[in-house]
């Protein structure tokens, strides 16, 4: 059986940006990899914070589910804003840097419970690559 580009397992998302119809004013992969971390973040960090929730000391874990959640929301909107190719420069860097920030400070607590909580450790981790990612694809906007 041979894999044709109307194969359901051959589309991605990077497919999808491939051919939007569009300009196309970014680096293509610097996008697609930022849109995909910043999935994986929203997700780890929800995760994340579920898992705060269920521990003994959930107290000492506020700041912690906190920014877990507020990472999460920061990231689910830039990537939302990410894939609809904006016409507003300015706003696009005004997302990439504030997931820059949230998945930093995430990260920064995170970091701290992450001798204790594996989740932690894991969130931070996602974190730290979905900061980069935004860091690169700011550098491509220019």
């Known amino acids: 059986m041979t894999t044709t580009a109307t194969d359901p397992s051959d589309a991605d998302l990077r497919t999808v940006l491939r051919s939007h119809p569009g300009e196309h004013d970014v680096d293509l992969s610097a996008l697609a990899t930022a849109v995909e971390l910043l999935g994986e973040c929203v997700a780890t960090c929800r995760a994340c914070a579920d898992a705060c929730l269920d521990e003994e000391m959930v107290a000492d874990l506020v700041a912690c589910i906190r920014g877990d959640l507020t990472c999460a929301d920061v990231c689910a909107t ?63 906007l220019g």
């Not at 507003?88 to 949230?102: F, H, N, T």
């Not at 607590?109 to 979905?130: I, L, Q």
Request: charged share 25%; with cysteine.
């Open 78 to 140: 830039t990537a939302a804003v990410l894939v609809r190719r904006p016409t507003d420069p300015g706003l696009v860097r005004s997302l990439v840097e504030a997931c820059i920030a949230a998945c930093g400070a995430c990260a920064t607590e995170c970091e701290r419970h992450a001798g204790m909580h594996e989740h932690c450790r894991a969130c931070a981790e996602v974190c730290r690559r979905c900061e980069r990612a935004c860091r690169d694809l700011l550098a491509a």
